[in-house]
Each structure stands twice: as C-alpha cells, then as structure tokens.
C-alpha cells in the first residue's frame, strides 16, 4: 500500500493535525475540507484531507481568515515556481473598508501601503519606512 493510499478515522486524523473533530467537522461543512468516504462508522479519510488540514493550519496559523483560505483553496491549480498557490488579489467590494499607511517621503512623495496585502509584518513595514527614508535622503544629498 503506497502512503498515498493510506486511510485515517476521525481520531486518527484529529491526531496527526492537532484538530478537534469538531474543527475538522466545520472545515468539511464550510467546503474548506473534501467529506469523508464512506458513511456513519465506516466513514474514512484520505491522504488528501490530510493534505487540506495542514494546509488550512498553516495558513490558519500565518493570521489568514477562513475566506481568504477558501480563496487560495479554489485557486491551487495557480502555482509559482516554488509549487505554492499564489493568493488570488480580493476583489474590492463596495462598502469594503481598507486601511492604509501612508509614508510622507517629502512633497509629493508618499508610500502607500496595505498590510493585509502586503504580506508584511509590522516590522518589517517599519523597517521598509525606514529604508526608504534613508533611500532618499542619499539620493537628494548626491544632487545637491
């Protein structure tokens, strides 16, 4: 039996992905999590929710919502080089409400950027302020 072939219970699976059964349950019923073969007792899981529980954990766990999971789940056939599903941009939505931070360089000069899009953590958003800042200052001293 390849690894691939491998069949999971509940309790199995709520194992190998530290998931209540009841978190795998809402997964399934929210379509984040492909339903189990079979039914009742003899119900079992594959290698692929295996797959669809620790990819939802770790997007989990790198601060994504469960619409956003859903997004970049439907999405998987767009893959970068790495093989990683590349987040689909969110359409903007009318009533959506997007914050912004704006970086003053000088008049006429600003950065804007959108966290959430960004993919940046705080710091290194300020550490992006900071270089461009400096950035700038060189260049206007070399001019003058």
Same mark, same amino acid.
């Given at each position: 039996m390849k690894n691939n072939d491998k069949t999971f219970s509940l309790e199995e699976l709520c194992s190998l992905v530290n998931m209540s059964k009841r978190k795998i349950r809402f997964y399934i019923q929210k379509g984040l999590v492909d339903s189990p073969k079979g039914?009742? $007792?003899? /119900?079992?899981? =594959?290698?692929?929710?295996?797959?669809?529980?620790?990819?939802?954990?770790?997007? $989990?766990? /790198?601060?994504? =919502?469960?619409?956003?999971?859903?997004?970049l789940l439907e999405s998987e056939n767009r893959e970068t080089d790495?093989? =990683?599903?590349?987040?689909?941009?969110?359409p903007k939505q009318p009533g959506s409400i997007e914050v912004w931070s704006h970086l003053l360089i000088s008049d006429g000069i600003e950065l804007h950027i959108e966290p959430n899009r960004s993919g940046l953590t705080p710091e290194q958003t300020r550490t992006l302020c900071r270089t461009v800042l400096e950035q700038f200052e060189k260049i206007k001293a070399e001019n003058n």
């Open positions: 039914t009742g $007792k003899g /119900a079992y899981y =594959t290698h692929r929710n295996l797959e669809q529980l620790l990819t939802i954990r770790k997007w $989990k766990e /790198a601060g994504l =919502t469960l619409e956003r999971i859903q997004d790495s093989g =990683t599903p590349v987040p689909p941009p969110r």
